[in-house]
């Protein structure tokens, strides 16, 4: 691999969450705090899913920061593993 491709190699992260946002009016009230996260490119709730997946693709791997926003926000979010 040459610089040139090195430099537009762009690692992104899939985080996948289990979450208690199962109404519209839930995600409006999370969607504030990811939306300002500058790591976060993109992020969806599947409300019909059993498990209220969140799925986020982050420039970062922060499971973490991310539990602690939703958590702050009074939803419940944990980790989903492989």
Do not use: G
């Not at 430099?7 to 995600?27: C, D, E, G, S, W």
């Amino acid at each position: 691999m040459n610089a040139r491709s090195q430099n537009k190699l762009v690692m992104q992260h899939v985080l996948i969450f289990k979450t208690n946002i199962a109404t519209v009016q839930a995600r409006s009230k999370v969607a504030p705090l990811l939306d300002q996260q500058s790591f976060i490119e993109k992020w969806t709730v599947d409300m019909e899913d059993v498990d209220c997946v969140l799925r986020v693709v982050a420039a970062e791997p922060v499971p973490d920061r991310i539990i602690a926003l939703i958590n702050a926000s009074e939803y419940e979010c944990a980790e989903l593993e492989d």
